[in-house]
């Protein structure tokens, strides 16, 4: 009894800091754990993308933004997901209505950056959905960077050898179910 409490109050203490937190992907997340814990159905297994350490030291990868494959580097020192003016231009992004009025502080020193939402970027199985990025002017970086504005979306994102580990939420197997059966 005690430990069923236990969970309890811990469960309602996070989905407490997620609804201050006020994600909507987040909100949903707690939910579905909730309700198959309380239902007894079990999880399928959490989605995960291994990255391979780069010769350079860096973690490099491709993830597609808006459904358009880009070049990125994880970057936890940056607080979130910031794109090229090239990349940008590549993806669609509305480039001329976008005001560069956010001060960023690069390896290549300071210049500014405009803020936007990304619909999707996926990394592998790893989907998040309105994901807050910049778009930095044109010819002010070369890379583009993975930020913590999707890595904190994750449940969990850790360095292991030479291998960065990325793991999502796991879904509900019923839902699975819905869906695909819907799509096929």
């Given at each position: 009894?005690?430990?069923?409490?236990?969970?309890?109050?811990?469960?309602?203490?996070?989905?407490g800091?997620?609804?201050?937190?006020?994600?909507?992907?987040?909100i949903?997340?707690?939910?579905?754990?909730?309700?198959?814990?309380?239902?007894?159905?079990?999880?399928?297994?959490?989605?995960?993308?291994?990255?391979?350490?780069?010769?350079?030291?860096?973690?490099?990868?491709?993830?597609?933004?808006?459904?358009?494959?880009a070049?990125?580097?994880?970057?936890?020192?940056?607080?979130?997901?910031?794109?090229?003016w090239?990349?940008?231009?590549a993806i669609?992004?509305?480039?001329?209505?976008?005001?560069?009025?956010?001060?960023?502080?690069?390896?290549?020193?300071?210049t500014?950056?405009?803020?936007?939402?990304?619909?999707?970027?996926?990394?592998?199985?790893?989907?998040?959905?309105?994901?807050?990025?910049?778009?930095?002017?044109?010819?002010?970086?070369?890379?583009?960077?993975?930020?913590?504005?999707?890595?904190?979306?994750?449940?969990?994102?850790?360095?292991?050898?030479?291998?960065?580990?990325?793991?999502?939420?796991?879904?509900?197997?019923?839902?699975?179910?819905?869906?695909?059966?819907?799509?096929?």
């Amino acid at each position: 009894m005690i430990r069923f409490l236990l969970v309890l109050v811990m469960l309602a203490g996070t989905a407490g800091a997620v609804v201050a937190y006020g994600d909507p992907d987040q909100i949903a997340r707690a939910s579905h754990k909730v309700s198959h814990i309380f239902r007894g159905q079990t999880p399928s297994p959490a989605p995960a993308v291994q990255v391979p350490r780069g010769q350079g030291g860096e973690f490099t990868l491709r993830a597609k933004i808006n459904g358009v494959t880009a070049p990125m580097v994880i970057d936890t020192g940056a607080t979130s997901v910031v794109l090229t003016w090239e990349t940008a231009k590549a993806i669609g992004l509305p480039l001329e209505m976008l005001e560069y009025d956010v001060d960023l502080e690069t390896v290549g020193g300071h210049t500014k950056a405009a803020r936007l939402t990304l619909d999707r970027l996926a990394v592998g199985h790893l989907v998040e959905k309105s994901v807050p990025a910049l778009v930095v002017q044109r010819g002010q970086m070369k890379t583009n960077l993975l930020g913590m504005s999707f890595l904190d979306r994750l449940e969990s994102w850790g360095v292991r050898a030479d291998k960065l580990m990325l793991t999502g939420y796991p879904e509900l197997q019923r839902s699975h179910r819905r869906s695909r059966t819907a799509v096929d």
